[in-house]
C-alpha cells in the first residue's frame, strides 16, 4: 500500500513523539510550528503529502486503514457483480479517487470520470427537518451520469467571463466569474430551483477536525459582533438522517454535515448512487425512471465493514508538515496575515478533545479554520440554502495543506467552493462580506508585502 507514515523527527523525542504510541498534550513554548497535526504530521511534500497515514496506528488498525485506501480507490460497476457493485443507476462519478485527486481537490468540470465538481439543487423551502427542499424529480443533487438504460438527469453548463481587479498600486488581477446552467434534463425543471456548485475539497486533517469539541466552535461565534471586526461566525445544525438527532454541522462547503461516516455514506449515495446502512435509499428513489432498471434493492450494496473502513480511512489521514517555517519573509508574511485579520476565521491552533478509539486525543493543530459560516458577500453567494447557512454564508475552509494542492493536483490548483480561483491570490479578492476588511487590508499592502503573505500560506 502507498501509505507510509513518515513520522516527522524535528527533535520531538523529548516528549515521546518517536514511539507515537500515545497521544500528549504539547506544551506551548517551544512547540515546533512545523507541526501542523500535532503529532500526527508527517514530512511529505510529494504528490502523496495528503495520502499518508497518521502515526501510531496498532496493526489492526493500520489493515483497516489500508483496506478503505483501497476502497476509496476503487472504480464501482453495475449489478449484479461479485465484487464493488451497485453503481447508479445515475451517478456523478464511479471511484471516490476520481473526484478527490490524491486526497486532495478536484477540477471544476462536470460530467465525466474526470471531474470533481456536483451541482446541489433544490426548490425553495425546507424540508422536515429544516434542510433543502428536495426538487421534484431531481432531489437534492444533480446526478449528471447514468448507466445503460437511464439518462442522466441534466448537463451542467459552466461559461466564465472576465473580471478585472486593480490594486490601488495599480497592478491588475483578471478574476473568473463563473456561470451556470442546467441542460438537456430528463424531464421539465420545477420552477424557482436553486443551485449551488460544490468541488470536492481536499481531505488531509479531516478526523482531527472531528475531534475538535464541539464547545470549542461555539466559542468563535461573536454573535453581534461584539469586538467590532466585522466578524461574527455562525454555527450550522443539521438533520442527521442516521441517528435521527439534529447535530452540529462541521464537514461540507456550508457544514451541512455532522460527521465524517455521513459525509462518506452520503457520497457513495448521492456521487456514486452506491447504498449503505447509513444512506440505504437510492438517490433517484421515486423518479420516473427507477422503474427502467427494477425495483430498489433494500440490501444496501456498499458492505457495513467497507462503510466503515472507508470512513476509518478518512479520518486516519495525516497532515502535512508546514515548510520553511524560519524563512524571514514567511515569518513577514504571517504577521502580515494576522495583522489585516485573516485569522479572524482561518483561527491558527486549537486542540482536539478525547478519542480514544483512533488515538487523536489532546493535539495541538494549526488548521486555520474556526468550522463556521460566515457570509462570503453576495459575489461568492449561491443564493441557496443550507440548513441554518444562508444562500451567501460559507464554513471557513482549513489552510492547512494549502500550499501543497498544486502538487497533489498534477500542477493545477482550484479555490473557493466552485474552483473558479486558478490561484490563492483569486481566492482571497473574491472575499468579501464578513471578510470584506481583510480583503481590503490584503488590496492595501504593498506589492512586496503581498507576496510575503502569499508566499506564506504557500509554506501551509
Given amino acids: 500500500m502507498k501509505k507510509i507514515c513518515i513520522i516527522l523527527s524535528l527533535g520531538v523525542a523529548v516528549y515521546g513523539f518517536s514511539r507515537c504510541n500515545k497521544s500528549e498534550a504539547f506544551p506551548a513554548a517551544g512547540y515546533d510550528d512545523r507541526l501542523s497535526g500535532g503529532s500526527f504530521t508527517v514530512l511529505d511534500a510529494s504528490t502523496h503529502a495528503f495520502t499518508q497515514a497518521i502515526s501510531g496506528l496498532t496493526d489492526r488498525q493500520q489493515v483497516v486503514h489500508n483496506i478503505g485506501d483501497g476502497t476509496f480507490d476503487q472504480v464501482f460497476v453495475a449489478a449484479p ?187 457513495y449515495q448521492q456521487d456514486m448512487g452506491v447504498t449503505s446502512y447509513a444512506q440505504p435509499v437510492e438517490s433517484c428513489f421515486g423518479q420516473s425512471q427507477m422503474n427502467q432498471v427494477g425495483p430498489a434493492d433494500t440490501d444496501p450494496e456498499l458492505a457495513d465493514s467497507l462503510l466503515n473502513y472507508v470512513t476509518f480511512y478518512v479520518q486516519t489521514l495525516a497532515v502535512p508538515a508546514r515548510r520553511n517555517v524560519n524563512d524571514s519573509t514567511n515569518v513577514r508574511g504571517l504577521a502580515l496575515f494576522n495583522q489585516i485579520n485573516c485569522s479572524g476565521c482561518h483561527r491558527q491552533t486549537m486542540y482536539t478533545g478525547v478519542n480514544p478509539a483512533i488515538n487523536l486525543s489532546s493535539q495541538r493543530i494549526h488548521p486555520y479554520t474556526d468550522l463556521l459560516l460566515h457570509d462570503m458577500g453576495s459575489n461568492l453567494a449561491d443564493g441557496r440554502p443550507d440548513y441554518l447557512a444562508t444562500g451567501s454564508e460559507w464554513r471557513t475552509t482549513a489552510l492547512w495543506g494549502l500550499g501543497l494542492l498544486q502538487t497533489t493536483n498534477g500542477g493545477t490548483g482550484y479555490y473557493l467552493h466552485d474552483g473558479r480561483a486558478r490561484t490563492v491570490e483569486e481566492a482571497i479578492l473574491w472575499h468579501d462580506g464578513e471578510a470584506a476588511k481583510a480583503k481590503q487590508g490584503f488590496m492595501q499592502l504593498s506589492q512586496t508585502d503581498r507576496a510575503a503573505l502569499l508566499q506564506f500560506l504557500g509554506s501551509l
Avoid at 451541482?119 to 444533480?142: C, E, H, K, N, T
Avoid at 481587479?165 to 466569474?177: I, W
Avoid at 469539541?213 to 461565534?221: C, G, Q
Avoid at 443539521?238 to 459525509?263: C, H, I, W
Fill in 81 to 267: 457483480a461479485p465484487h464493488f457493485g451497485g453503481l447508479g443507476p445515475i451517478m456523478n462519478n464511479i471511484a471516490c479517487v476520481n473526484c478527490h485527486r490524491n486526497d486532495g481537490g478536484g477540477f471544476p468540470t462536470t460530467g465525466s470520470s474526470n471531474s470533481g465538481m456536483l451541482m446541489r439543487i433544490s426548490i425553495p423551502g425546507m424540508d422536515p427537518y429544516g434542510g433543502p427542499l428536495a426538487a421534484p424529480g431531481f432531489g437534492v443533487q444533480i446526478q449528471d451520469q447514468a448507466l445503460l438504460g437511464t439518462v442522466p438527469e441534466a448537463s451542467t453548463s459552466i461559461s466564465y467571463t472576465d473580471l478585472p481587479v486593480t490594486y490601488p498600486d495599480g497592478t491588475t488581477v483578471t478574476l473568473r466569474n463563473p456561470s451556470y446552467s442546467l441542460t438537456n434534463p430528463y424531464i421539465a425543471l420545477p420552477a424557482g430551483y436553486l443551485l449551488s456548485p460544490r468541488l470536492a475539497p481536499r481531505l488531509v486533517g479531516e478526523g482531527l477536525l472531528e475531534n475538535i469539541p464541539e464547545s470549542t466552535i461555539l466559542s468563535f461565534v461573536d454573535a453581534g459582533d461584539q469586538n467590532g471586526d466585522g466578524i461574527t461566525g455562525k454555527a450550522n445544525y443539521v438533520y442527521d438522517s442516521y441517528t435521527k438527532k439534529t447535530e452540529l454541522g462541521r464537514f461540507g462547503l456550508k457544514a451541512n454535515t455532522p460527521t465524517l461516516l455521513m459525509q462518506v455514506a452520503t457520497a
